[in-house]
């Protein structure tokens, strides 16, 4: 094991792991935070926490994690080099590690073009891939980036993300090839609805033995109305929803719409389940975290490994 | 109240705008002589410095008058004029004149009524929208260097 | 070229308005090239200046110049001859240009008429796109001559992000994935497994974030 990670252990037993997230509020409302874990708890091995996610600003990940970790629930800070200096970033993961957060996924950030700040400025002063590499050296060798010796070095859970469905499609396992020399330890994919597509990359993946150093979690997220699926189909880049999916969103009545995008999920993830490669699931349910205790059972997923 | 009588200058290509403005002339076919011609080989001779000193000295309506689309004797002179008509028209918008007294227009050789149409109905459109609103600090200043 | 746009005429018209006798300069350079602030555009922008404030009534005295550069002091010089009868300078040219003038004259206000862009190339008639940065440590070599500081909008140097959508930027359908580019690059100069070296953490002390730069060549120096 490299670290104390909950995750880790439930991936390292061999059982499919399963993750959701939490999106902060956009003001500074704990309460609201524990809302949304609560109601995971029990279901999920850990949790996401995203970094103003849509360059919208929220409360700031590492913050919400440190609620959610004190619920006695296990948090992985979703970070971003969008809006952080290398300096900033290494602070706040020695800051989470001494909350007891010890999972983190190490991310580029949406451009703040969609958000509500499109006049800040972009940081990038490293990207996702140059952050894995920079969060592995300070668990394996104990060293800030400048090269300095870190007091008791954070030992975190190394995740990325991974978009199959994102062009060039030719390039997407060689990206995850890349993550992987950089040291990540797991990714979690774009959500996803052409399974076909998502078999055609995990191939690709396995024929590389990629899956044996990465744990790939498949991301999932229901659809709440036809109008989402024609949404995300046509306005969210990196986004692959098929005809299929959305003729069946709308070949349904409006009521009945809810239920058939939960019916899609769960057929996705028990396809999922026999696809080479796929460690487990990342059920992204936003602004609907109410379903995914539904989801994870009726997938038979639950109930969640008891791991020491 | 004497009646303003706009003064208007026309570009005209020597192939086909000049040539249609004698044959108006030949059909004896009236047009307003507030229209100043200034025969140019190519509309696309026109610049748009000189389209912005023609307002500056006191036109109160400016046109440039190519051959037909396509029909260039120069092959896309009209075109590359039309494009800085439209940035100028912009630049006068901008600054108080008003793009809407200047145009472009295309016509062949043999288009005497057509000129003559397009004189006319560009001098009543500038009659109406009154004198260039630089006038009355040029006048002034005229007035002042004569006295 | 450094490139420029003129900027909007109510910002340039507010700025000069205190002034009677203003030296409008243009450059014969990036400017002239971008169109932005060339002999052509000084002409245009007198005449519009004149015309504006003549609406308002008012004459302006303006006296056009285009130098050869602005950013070289023998160049600057030459307007000497011409400050005794100017209350101010607006400078067409890019900022480098402005900031001469300004620390020659010390004693007349300089103002801007454009506003200064980015470092790029044509890519046809008419539009120019950014292509550099000034990182000031050049890595065109490992990306096919392709720049991901200037062209990417995340300024990835291990892209594409999960955005990139038929080669364009997520930002934008009108902006190309630089990183798409690049990879189309590599395969055509058969340099793909290149791909993934990891291109470690940029130093960005040789760019700008360093503190503003000087090159100093001894050879030269007097």
Redesign the interface.
């Known amino acids: 094991m490299k670290t104390e990670s909950k995750l880790e252990k439930v991936l390292a037993s061999g059982n499919l792991a399963v993750t959701s997230e939490c999106g902060p509020p956009r003001g500074a409302l704990p309460d609201k935070v524990k809302e949304k874990a609560e109601m995971l708890r029990g279901y999920v091995d850990a949790v996401n926490v995203t970094d103003n996610q849509t360059a919208m600003v929220r409360m700031s990940s590492f913050a919400a994690c440190v609620i959610i970790k004190q619920m006695g629930l296990d948090p992985i800070l979703q970070m971003v080099?969008?809006d952080r200096n290398?300096l900033a970033m290494q602070a706040d993961i020695l800051g989470a590690y001494a909350h007891g957060i010890d999972t983190m996924l190490c991310l580029?950030?949406?451009?703040p073009?969609?958000g509500d700040h499109p006049q800040a400025m972009?940081v990038?002063?490293?990207?996702?891939?140059?952050f894995v590499?920079?969060v592995h050296t300070m668990r394996e060798e104990g060293k800030f980036?400048g090269g300095d010796d870190i007091l008791n070095p954070p030992q975190m859970f190394i995740g990325a993300?991974?978009?199959p469905f994102?062009?060039?499609f030719e390039?997407r396992v060689?990206?995850l090839?890349?993550k992987a020399?950089?040291g990540v330890d797991f990714v979690q994919t774009?959500c996803i609805y052409n399974l076909d597509k998502f078999e055609q990359w995990m191939k690709g993946v396995t024929d590389r033995g990629l899956h044996e150093k990465v744990h790939v979690l498949a991301g999932i997220t229901p659809m709440k109305t036809v109008g989402m699926a024609r949404y995300m189909k046509n306005k969210v880049?990196?986004m692959d929803v098929p005809d299929e999916i959305v003729d069946r969103m709308a070949g349904v009545s409006k009521e009945k719409q809810a239920e058939e995008g939960i019916k899609i999920c769960v057929e996705s993830i028990q396809r999922l389940k026999e696809v080479e490669g796929v460690s487990g699931f990342h059920i992204m349910a936003i602004e609907w975290e109410q379903k995914v205790p539904e989801i994870v059972e009726k997938a038979g997923l639950y109930p969640r490994p008891e791991i020491a | 109240m004497e009646q303003f009588e706009p003064v208007v200058v026309a570009f005209c290509c020597h192939y086909c705008a000049y040539t249609a403005a004698d044959m108006a002339g030949s059909k004896r076919l009236p047009y307003p002589a507030n229209v100043n011609i200034v025969r140019v080989p190519c509309s696309g001779k026109v610049d748009a410095i000189h389209l912005m000193k023609a307002f500056e000295k006191g036109a109160d309506g400016v046109y440039v008058a190519g051959c037909l689309e396509g029909d260039c004797h120069f092959k896309n002179g009209n075109t590359q004029v039309a494009r800085r008509v439209a940035y100028i028209k912009k630049l006068l918008d901008e600054i108080g004149i008003g793009g809407e007294r200047l145009e472009m227009f295309y016509m062949s050789a043999g288009m005497g009524e057509r000129f003559a149409r397009v004189a006319t109905e560009m001098t009543e459109k500038i009659r109406s929208l009154g004198p260039n609103p630089t006038k009355s600090a040029l006048n002034k200043n005229r007035g002042e260097a004569v006295a | 070229m450094i490139t420029a746009e003129r900027k909007p005429l109510e910002e340039i018209i507010a700025s000069v308005k205190p002034f009677q006798r203003i030296l409008l300069v243009g450059c014969n350079e990036c400017v002239t090239v971008c169109a932005a602030g060339g002999r052509k555009e000084v002409g245009l922008l007198a005449s519009a200046l004149q015309m504006h404030f003549m609406t308002e009534g008012k004459t302006i005295n303006i006296k056009e110049i285009t130098l050869e550069r602005q950013c070289d002091p023998e160049y600057v010089e030459e307007l000497s001859v011409h400050m005794d009868q100017a209350d101010a300078v607006l400078s067409m040219a890019c900022g480098c240009g402005v900031q001469e003038i300004a620390r020659r004259y010390k004693e007349k206000p300089v103002l801007p008429a454009v506003n200064t862009k980015f470092m790029g190339a044509s890519e046809r008639q008419g539009v120019w796109a950014e292509r550099c940065q000034g990182c000031g440590d050049c890595l065109l070599g490992l990306t096919g001559g392709i720049c991901p500081i200037a062209r990417c909008s995340k300024r990835l140097l291990n892209g594409p992000c999960g955005g990139s959508t038929t080669g364009k930027c997520e930002i934008s359908p009108e902006v190309d994935c630089v990183w798409q580019l690049i990879w189309d690059r590599l395969k055509a100069l058969g340099m793909e497994d290149r791909y993934e070296d990891i291109m470690p953490a940029k130093n960005w002390q040789t760019g700008r974030g360093g503190g503003p730069r000087k090159i100093i060549r001894e050879d030269l120096v007097e």
């Open positions: 080099t969008r290398r580029s950030g949406d451009h073009h969609f972009n990038h002063d490293i990207d996702s891939i140059q590499q920079m980036m993300a991974a978009n994102a062009d060039p390039l060689a990206r090839a890349k020399k950089a774009q880049p990196g």
